[in-house]
């Protein structure tokens, strides 16, 4: 559950593309201001480590973590996450 | 400036009278549930100023205090992005609450504390109520209650609201707070970012005199430096250009220092600063009995792509027999007491012949209409309210962002758009759960084309006299007219009028609970009392002037009898009007009585037929004879579609005033003649070179 | 647990079969069976097939929880449409009371709906405790 960014991650890909069922780190959110300020006040930042529970690879997307919650999440918004799996 | 001094006269009267209290919580973490613990039910509904959002007001008397508690709209952080993010904002610096509980959920405490420390720097009196403790100690959550309210050296007090546990204790807490003075919170941003908040709030300070807003300008300066327009606003709107050009330059130095955006960098000092109190204080173990796997299994199936679209489907046919086939009776109930017992009532009285019809046929008929929508709209906001609570209406918008995406709507529009088949008041009233004022125009705009219930017995009737072989697929392509009108109408105005940008949709899942049942029916109840209050006397006095038109023409008053008998009608005001439309409808081949018919039908959709009935002199069993002699299937159709399209009913048109304003209104019900007008003119254009 | 399957099994079965008779009723014009065996409508019908193949969605998925979460939703799916079943006997019953028009209330009350709901209570009860876990 740190937060701490670590060494520079090898297979970065959007949450978007995640199979169901697989556990991932946010690496960075690639979008405006606005979008990025409201990731981060649930609690999804670089370094949070979520839990993809459903993903259909054009829609919306479903995550959770322990501070966050659950969320789902625009295919917008999951395209603009760039993610490491673990 | 006066008015800023006026506030502040009427500021030091109220807190002689009652101690303001905003409630103010993430979404999703039973801020309502509280408040109406804490009020006992006893609230009224305000707008807040300038917008449609609901402000919700119930006051507490405790021996000599009494207090204002008021319910802000959920949110995550003060960033004000969101409309709800800036009611609450706008409340807490300018009306400056005495106290400001939090509610908390405490299985995901992490996530709440962001808000925690936002509020805590705004210098607020805080209480926390930790809601849901039952819940996390089952997930196997254990919160040091003792070691935080050490820490952050504020009262937090465990709560189950639902099961009204702690609630004494926190009106309690509330007492003893009052005289307390507030705690000054710092959060230490490190010692760069540090140095430039205490340059910026030097020169805040050096304007404070011109300023006088009346907040910490520690506060104002981290707010400049995270770049709030709203601040940055108040700072403009002052003549204070100056603090906003030196604020800008300190974080611009700062960033290229930091070759990183000082905003990001704040938030995630504050998360690190979470996260040790997270350390301290916050243990997890297995779970016991785990609210999270349970929910996780459901929505294993509930979120499934095929079977979660069956299951929704299956449950939205539960919530339409649930609110219009079984409340039929009660319906009927209501329909028989007015329309023949009181309404015989009042005709057979003494009154004169003027007044008597006056309260029967306008004021009684109003009242009429507006109350029978009464069982519908109650059980329908009953089914509504409870999906909401138990969580699952947050599935039903995943299963659906997909789709509603496209037309430029959020997910969640699934469900106003699909009530609007049964009936559009409702719809348009559901709504609110819509996060932005953009997408409950843009669904509002939408509503009124998908044909509600009361429009299938105009269908009905015409398809029995000219399209009896096909008469399914004929009141098909009706509903199907609609949806496709109410698509175009989505992709017209999502790029014409509200063209605006979505920061993206995030929501909440929250996991699935059994609602609380007081919870459920305040909420439904009072959506129906605002129909009734407020959109009730809009339609009652519309109803009156239909009356007046009716009864009343060119030549003067006709007598109450022109209602039924249609010489006398022919001569009315709506008559008139309609005639001098014939011309219009020339293409069409519509005579006055057509027109005035569906003049008419502003009343409610199927008063069309009655109207029909009276002008043709035939009686309802006999029009479909009348009208096979004066109709051509084709015209038959066209007026079909013209119903389905023209304009929203009174009710409608009413719901749709009091949810997004006049303007909306009157642009709504002309876009949509335009649109009856153009669609009509091209099936009888397109069918005339068929057949 | 294998009898509770078997039970589950059967009850998924009853909406199954109820369903595909209307559904061989409505096509065939031929009556089969009770009305009171079959669903109201087209709307009902979906509903029915829905909760059986959630039934056998939960027989057919090997995964635990999966298949637990499938049983439950379909049980309460069965005892919710139950609920609504009897909120319309008694409005209709009113109804009834009032305008003086017989319904004939029995018909109302002994329907499949309400059969089926009644005997998936005392599993929603067990499933409730089994899920949590």
């Given amino acids: 559950m740190g937060y701490d960014v670590g060494d520079k991650p090898l297979n970065v890909s959007p949450l978007s593309n995640i199979d169901e069922g697989k556990t991932v780190k946010i690496v960075k959110i690639v979008g405006g201001r606005g979008l990025i300020k409201r990731l981060y006040e649930i609690g999804l930042l670089p370094g949070a480590e979520i839990q993809v529970l459903r993903n259909s690879k054009h829609g919306p997307v479903i995550i959770r973590n322990n501070v966050s919650g659950t969320f789902s999440l625009g295919f917008g918004v999951a395209k603009k996450i760039m993610v490491e799996v673990m | 400036m006066a008015c800023h001094e006026a506030s502040t006269s009427t500021k030091i009267k109220v807190k002689q009278q009652s101690i303001t209290v905003g409630i103010i919580g993430n979404p999703n973490v039973g801020k309502s549930a509280l408040f109406n613990k804490l009020t006992k039910g006893k609230a009224w509904v305000a707008n807040w100023p300038g917008v449609t959002v609901e402000k919700k007001i119930g006051k507490i008397n405790l021996g000599e205090t009494s207090f204002e508690v008021v319910d802000l709209p959920g949110i995550y952080g003060l960033t004000a992005y969101s409309q709800d993010e800036i009611i609450a904002r706008k409340f807490l610096i300018e009306e400056r609450p005495e106290i400001v509980i939090q509610v908390v959920n405490a299985v995901n405490l992490e996530r709440n504390l962001y808000l925690t420390i936002q509020l805590l720097e705004m210098n607020l009196k805080l209480i926390i109520a930790l809601n849901m403790i039952d819940l996390a100690e089952k997930e196997g959550v254990e919160i040091d209650i003792h070691g935080l309210i050490n820490e952050l050296k504020i009262p937090i007090i465990p709560v189950v609201a639902i099961k009204e546990v702690g609630i004494n204790q926190l009106l309690e807490t509330m007492i003893e707070q009052i005289d307390r003075p507030t705690v000054s919170f710092k959060l230490d941003y490190g010692e760069e970012i540090e140095g430039a908040i205490e340059k910026i709030s030097k020169i805040i300070d050096s304007f404070m005199g011109k300023l006088d807003l009346g907040i910490d300008s520690r506060w104002l300066a981290i707010r400049l430096l995270e770049n709030d327009n709203d601040v940055v606003e108040q700072f403009r709107s002052r003549g204070l250009e100056e603090v906003i050009r030196e604020s800008r330059r300190i974080k611009d130095e700062l960033e290229a220092r930091f070759n990183k955006s000082i905003e990001v960098l704040m938030i995630e000092k504050r998360y690190h600063y979470i996260l040790s109190l997270s350390k301290k204080y916050i243990k997890r173990k297995p779970a016991r009995e785990s609210l999270t796997i349970f929910t996780n299994k459901l929505d294993r199936v509930l979120t499934h792509p095929i079977i979660g679209l069956m299951i929704f489907i299956s449950v939205l046919y539960l919530l339409f027999k649930l609110s219009f086939d079984i409340v039929a009776p009660l319906t009927r109930l209501i329909e028989i007491f007015f329309s023949h017992y009181i309404y015989n009532l009042i005709k057979t009285s003494f009154l004169p012949d003027i007044i008597s019809s006056l309260l029967a046929d306008a004021i009684l008929n109003g009242v009429g209409i507006v109350l029978i929508f009464i069982p519908n709209l109650l059980f329908l906001f009953l089914g509504i309210s409870f999906l909401e609570d138990t969580g699952y209406l947050a599935r039903a918008a995943f299963l659906f962002d997909k789709w509603m995406n496209k037309l430029g709507l959020s997910g969640r529009a699934v469900i106003p758009l699909l009530i609007g088949f049964g009936c559009n008041v409702p719809a348009i009233m559901s709504t609110r759960t819509l996060g932005t004022d953009r997408d409950r125009r843009l669904a509002v705009f939408m509503i009124p084309f998908m044909s509600c219930s009361a429009r299938l017995p105009i269908y009905l009737l015409f398809t029995l006299a000219f399209f009896k072989e096909n008469q399914i697929i004929v009141i098909l392509s009706m509903y199907f007219i609609g949806v496709v009108i109410a698509i175009i109408t989505a992709i017209l105005f999502n790029n014409l009028l509200f063209k605006g940008q979505t920061v993206g949709y ?93 003049m008419f039908g502003f009343i409610a959709k199927e008063v069309v037929i009655s109207s029909l009935a009276v002008l043709y002199s035939a009686g309802e069993q006999g029009l479909p004879s009348v009208l096979l002699s004066s109709f051509t299937p084709l015209t038959a159709y066209s007026l079909m579609a013209f119903t389905l399209l023209y304009t929203p009913c009174m009710a409608t048109a009413a719901t749709i005033k009091t949810e997004i304003g006049l303007r909306y209104t009157l642009l709504i019900v002309s876009y949509q003649l335009i649109i009856a007008y153009t669609i009509t003119y091209a099936i009888l254009l397109i069918g005339g070179l068929i057949i | 647990m294998k009898t509770m399957a078997r039970y589950a099994l059967l009850l998924g079965t009853a909406y199954i079969v109820s369903s595909l008779i209307y559904l061989i009723e409505s096509i065939t014009k031929v009556e089969i069976s009770v009305p009171q065996l079959l669903p109201v409508d087209v709307g009902m019908v979906f509903y029915f097939i829905t909760v059986g193949v959630l039934y056998n969605y939960a027989c057919i998925k090997s995964r635990e929880e999966v298949s637990n979460a499938s049983l439950f939703i379909a049980l309460l799916m069965s005892v919710a449409i139950m609920l609504v079943q009897v909120i319309n006997f008694i409005t209709s019953s009113i109804d009834s009371l009032i305008s003086n028009t017989q319904v004939e209330i029995i018909y109302n009350i002994i329907r499949i709906e309400v059969i089926l709901g009644i005997l998936s209570i005392p599993l929603l009860l067990k499933m409730r405790k089994i899920i949590y876990e």
């Fill in chain 2, 506 to 598: 995030v929501m909440d899942m929250p996991p699935y609970l059994i609602p609380s049942a007081m919870n459920v029916f305040i909420k439904s109840w009072e959506r129906v009392k605002s129909f009734l209050i407020r959109a009730g006397t809009i339609i009652v006095s519309l109803m009156v002037v239909i009356w007046v038109l009716s009864i009343t023409g060119p030549e003067g008053y006709l007598g109450s009898e022109a209602l039924s008998v249609p010489e006398l009608l022919s001569r009315s005001w709506i008559a008139s009007f309609s005639k001098l439309l014939e011309p219009l409808f020339k293409p069409f081949n519509w005579d006055w009585r057509i027109i005035a018919s569906l």
